[in-house]
């Protein structure tokens, strides 16, 4: 059963549309992961989940129950913000009661619930100390106990880490990775970074103004994007687009920004002349495979363990390629970047994938 509907659910300000009917099935123990552009409406949505803000229309069940109009504090829901915004006077055991204490909870089941929290995030020896007295990291657990001492069915978590420095971030990500691991518990994740996506999620739903474009596995996304517009979107560094033209017959598409140059990607169904985007990841460029472009490298970046080379047709746009074997490279070089049309999604004018 799933745990978690949305049924055509909208959000309006005034006029303004941000939520335009959203769709969504989350079964019991998923994590989830919202990504999208800045102002997508992925907070919008999750504070609609949490309570915080009213649903203009549509319908949000928990366990087949309708929550519309249920109080914030009755969906069995913890929210953990970007702004962990800990209460700096209290201790970071009554940071994490506090919630508790307030609705009432009895003083012996608190101090249990907070301990299990402790050892579960391993902030026990650090229960007498006050917000000041931690790091970045370990503030940020105590953000997360409060919400665990709740024990909420659904956790909704909004850029938990993007106030933390890069280190930092990879080392909660898998503490949250952990987390959930441990708890079992329904996790609904909002973040701007890719790799928290594609590595946390078991679903990612990718959002653009107020829609949902695709909800897939990560790997599903990055392999089988519906649109344009996911395909671009997951994925770093971005696949690259490359315009085409379908030539006579659909089996061969010419690239006028690249010196004319024809390759043998088969466009199913498509109008000889119309216009259709190619994309390649930055990985899938080699020295094998049947298709070719005539490149130029405009810049390089030696990561060490591999190399994104930044290269060009003639002054058209930059093309991105990811190599192992990129130590050699200069720029100014001229090669022949190479790829395997199957590796090539196609996409019709209007950034639909044709298959
Ligand atoms: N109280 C409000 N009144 C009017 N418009 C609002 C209000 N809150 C949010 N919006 C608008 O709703 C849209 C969605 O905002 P939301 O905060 O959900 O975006 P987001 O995807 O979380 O963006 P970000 O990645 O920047 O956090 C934006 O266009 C925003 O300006
Ligand atoms: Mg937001």
Redo the contacts with the bound molecule.
Sequence with gaps: MSELQLNDVRKS??N?E?IKGVDLDIKTGEFVVFV??????????L?MIAGLEEITSGDLTIDGERMNDVDPSKRGIAMVFQSYALYPHMTVRENMGFALRFAGVPKAEIESRVGEAANILELGPLLDRKPKQLSGGQRQRVAIGRAIVRHPKIFLF??PLSNLDAELRVHMRIEIARLHKKLATTIIY?T?DQVEAMTLADKIVV?RG?VVEQVGSPLDLYDDPANLFVAGFIGSPKMNFLKGIVEAGGTHVRLPDLGNAIIPVRVKDATPGSAVTIGIRPEHFGETGSASLDLTIDMLEHLGGETFAYARHGDGELIIIETKNGRGLKSGDSIAARFDPAAALVFDADGRRLR
């Design positions: 300000y005034g303004f941000v999208g552009p800045s102002g997508c409406g992925k907070s919008t949505l504070r909004d850029e909002v701007h959002m107020g």
